[in-house]
């Protein structure tokens, strides 16, 4: 079974800021899903990608197929990006794998 | 709008009760999941449906039943023998097949008294 390692697990950090949040798996997929999970608990889907990078306005997504990583970047960090980032690999039997999450703070 | 609905957002039931969590979604996807979350942890697959009148259990199904009579509604019970049922669950859908974009639900936030 695919093992799904996001870290950091909790980020703070001031408007404006460059955000970083990381997402390793075991094993080979087929894409990789980007969710963002605000405090009322909906979920929203922000990226699936398979190679490359996406780009969705301040948000940003790259993958390295050989690495097994994922990287979801925030520019110009604002606080109602506060919420929890969730990266899914995507593959094989198993479905969507989801790691832990990312809860994120951006203070004003 | 196209979307997924989960009713109720915020159910209570007493220990030793059933209790059906409904899912709807209007977007024509012929796959449907149920997802349980739990403070520090990931999304965990409870079931899942890839076709009307047809169902798999997913990681954590027991204690817990489902059924797919329509296209557009896949309900979730939980019943009594669940031991630990007081979580949130999350409903999604795709296209088709467990490999494409999923699409959530706003959730149920289900405790048990």
């Known amino acids: 079974k695919n093992e799904v390692e996001q870290s950091p697990q909790n980020l703070t950090a001031q408007e404006g800021e460059f955000i970083t949040i990381n997402c390793s798996y075991s094993v080979g997929i087929s894409a990789l899903h980007w969710l963002q999970q605000h405090p009322g608990g909906g979920i929203v889907s922000l990226f699936m990608?398979?190679?490359g990078k996406k780009k969705h306005g301040r948000l940003i997504a790259t993958i390295n197929i050989q690495e097994k990583h994922s990287s979801l970047h925030i520019t110009a960090s604002h606080p109602r990006d506060s919420a929890v980032y969730i990266c899914?690999?995507?593959?094989?039997?198993?479905?969507?794998?989801f790691g832990k999450g990312t809860h994120l703070i951006i203070q004003p | 709008d196209g979307g997924i609905t989960q009713s109720p957002k915020y159910l209570f039931r007493k220990e030793g009760q059933n209790v059906t969590l409904s899912c709807e979604q209007n977007l024509n996807h012929d796959a449907m999941y149920w997802y349980r979350q739990d403070p520090g942890q990931g999304l965990r697959l409870i079931y899942y449906?890839?076709?009307?009148?047809?169902?798999q259990k997913g990681d954590i199904a027991e204690g817990y039943s489902v059924s797919r009579e329509k296209k557009e509604s896949f309900p979730l019970t939980v019943t009594s023998a669940q031991k630990n049922p007081t979580a949130f669950y999350l409903c999604?859908?795709?296209?088709?097949?467990?490999?494409?974009?999923?699409?959530f639900g706003p959730g149920t936030r289900l405790t048990v008294l």
């Open positions: 999604a859908s795709t296209v088709s097949g467990r490999n494409n974009e999923q699409f």
């Open positions: 990608l398979s190679s």
């Open positions: 449906s890839q076709i009307v009148n047809d169902f």
């Open positions: 899914a690999a995507l593959g094989g039997a198993d479905g969507l794998t």
